[in-house]
């Protein structure tokens, strides 16, 4: 089966009419929720992107408070259930501010639940990773906006 370009999928619903164009949508939005959840930041979130952070931010340290941390393995796992969690929001939002915001409020969250960097190589790795991508993001930004970030982020003491 032949997949067709963005380009070609765009030509093609410009020539449609709006009823097509809304079930085509809702038809998208059955088959995958990460679909559904795009589509609903898109018709009710995008105005206000700071509440939408905000609210990304408590579910995250949420997540965080829900961690079982009777084992490395199970920490590990749920870090990283939380990360695909906070890419997938990333994705829909699309800005390199709320990017970083939003993963400066990760490093942060692994920093406030004591996550047991000595023991672990990978949770490390994941740590180290996230501050990477951060200065990535932060060397694009406006100079005074880089220095308002960096603030925020907490520095983990070296165990």
């Known amino acids: 089966m032949k997949v067709y370009t963005i380009h ?8 449609g009419n709006t ?3 809304i079930s ?12 559904k959840e795009l589509i609903a930041f898109v018709l009710f979130e995008r ?13 995250t340290k949420g997540y965080f408070g829900d961690i079982n941390s009777s084992n490395t393995y199970y920490i590990k796992k749920s870090i990283r ?5 906070i890419n997938k929001h990333i994705r829909f ?13 990760f490093c942060n969250c692994m920093i406030d639940a004591a996550m047991p960097f000595h ?3 990978q949770l490390l790795k994941i740590y180290d990773g996230q501050l990477s991508k951060i200065a990535g993001v932060l060397s694009n930004l406006h100079p ?9 982020i907490k520095v983990r003491i070296n165990d």
């Open 19 to 21: 009823k097509e164009l």
């Open 81 to 85: 259930k939380i990360l695909r969690h």
């Open 24 to 35: 085509l949508c809702l038809k998208l939005a059955k088959f995958k929720k990460e679909n």
């Open 8 to 15: 070609e999928i765009k030509t093609e619903l410009e020539q």
């Open 119 to 121: 023991k672990s190589k």
């Open 144 to 152: 005074d906006l880089q220095y308002d970030l960096k603030k925020q």
């Open 93 to 105: 939002i699309s800005t390199k501010q709320a990017e970083a915001e939003i993963r400066i409020c």
């Open 47 to 59: 105005g206000n992107i700071a509440a939408y952070i905000e609210k990304i931010n408590a579910e």
